[in-house]
């Protein structure tokens, strides 16, 4: 390297001014250092020249034709920021050195100016340049590292989670594996004995509608009754099914619909009984994913068993939501609560509180909800009613 060379001898610089004299004293001393020049007449060919060779540095003129150099800085601190620019300028005002400087200008030589503090200006400007472009790579670069270590990380606490929760499923599983082993031994063996009734309830209610005496309001009465015994049929199959673990035939489910419904099936009792209902449904809750008739054996077996609570009359509350990942139904009553020794139980096949249950009806929800790859919790306070709180995944937006 010659001795009259800048350190950033190869560096393109880009000398814009509409006076010829100063184009060409002005390349002469950069090309003897070293420095590879560009050439442009006003702001517009300045900027053009800027896209199309990315000069490490831009010597501009304030005053041009076509384009000022002011408007030109200013495109090119926009577009091309990594293009550093020493501004010529020849009124020497503060108020315009300033404006310069807001606008990006990395500095400023006031003409006429000498050849030693032009190479000085552009030496030092290219080395803060330097300076700047390398600890704005090592910024990015640490940036990148330490989102790489927090996506390690999140990965490892996930792997963690996952396992954990896989660990704990494979043993809530296995426990209620042997449960619903036993429910679906059982319910195969009463399967026969419960339809036999339920032919003989459908039977005199086809003799009822046939009766031309009947008014509308019984007519609807008896189809509701004939509508019961099919869905009771229907949920003695699909028990029959899940004992010899056939697969149901899951559909797209709209919950607001299915507990539309449960409450419409149940306005009679829920009128007779004194019930007050309070529903907070959100409207935008997406689809889940299920059998359709056992997501409303859920809500029946939930809302039956509250409203069961509230004989004497009370609140019966429903509230949908949905969070990250799952639609989040709480359903609860006001009746005496569920005393804390039976709350571990309650999703037991078989156990039951009432004198003439069965103790199927929360185990089959369990069973339902957990098929879906959803959950159910209970809350309870003695004296303040019972909350059931039912968990189910909801369909990606894409596919609603």
């Not at 007050?276 to 077996?301: G, R, Y």
């Not at 709480?330 to 249950?357: A, C, M, Y």
Request: aromatic residues 4%.
């Amino acid at each position: 390297m010659s001795t009259n060379q800048s350190r950033y001898a190869g560096e393109k610089i880009l000398l814009a001014d509409d006076e010829e004299v100063i184009l060409d004293l002005t390349s002469l001393l950069l090309r003897k250092r070293g420095f590879e020049v560009l050439l442009a007449h006003n702001g517009a060919e300045c900027v053009n020249q800027v896209a199309e060779h990315q000069p490490a540095l831009v010597l501009l003129d304030y005053m041009m034709p076509v384009m000022n150099g002011l408007d030109a800085l200013k495109q090119i601190k926009i577009n091309y920021p990594d293009t550093y620019v020493i501004m010529f300028t020849g009124k020497g005002s503060e108020e315009v050195a300033v404006e310069l400087m807001k606008a990006g200008a990395s500095d400023y030589l006031q003409k006429p100016f000498s050849n030693k503090n032009l190479q000085e200006r552009v030496d030092s400007i290219l080395t803060i340049r330097n300076v700047e472009l390398e600890n704005h790579r090592l910024l990015q670069e640490r940036e990148f590292l330490q989102r790489e270590i927090e996506e390690w990380n999140r990965e490892l606490e996930q792997r963690v989670v996952k396992k954990s929760r896989e660990l704990e499923r494979a043993h809530q599983e296995i426990i209620q594996s042997e449960k619903l082993a036993t429910l679906g031994h059982i319910s195969a063996g009463m399967a026969h004995e419960i339809r036999n009734p339920l032919n003989s309830i459908n039977l005199f209610a086809q003799i009822l509608l046939s009766a031309t005496e009947l008014d509308e309001e019984n007519r609807n009465y008896v189809e509701k009754i004939t509508q019961e015994v099919e869905r009771i049929d229907k949920i003695l199959l699909q028990m029959l099914a899940a004992s010899k673990g056939e697969g149901k035939k899951h559909s797209r489910v709209d919950l607001i619909k299915v507990i539309k419904k449960v409450l419409e099936d149940s306005k009679v009792q829920i009128e007779a009984q004194g019930i007050e209902v309070v529903c907070d449904l959100d409207s935008t809750a997406p689809m889940i994913k299920a059998d359709p008739v056992e997501v409303e054996q859920i809500f029946t077996n939930l809302i039956g068993n509250a409203l069961f609570e509230m004989s004497d009359g009370g609140r019966l509350g429903i509230v949908l939501t949905s969070n990250a990942e799952h639609l989040v139904v709480k359903v609860s009553d006001t009746g005496n609560g569920i005393p804390v020794e039976n709350l571990s139980r309650l999703f037991d096949p078989f156990f039951t509180t009432k004198e003439k249950g069965t103790g199927f009806g929360l185990s089959v929800v369990l069973r339902i909800v957990k098929g879906c790859g959803g959950k159910i919790n209970v809350e309870s306070k003695m004296g303040e009613g019972a909350t059931f709180i039912v968990e189910l995944p909801y369909l990606p937006a894409s596919i609603h």
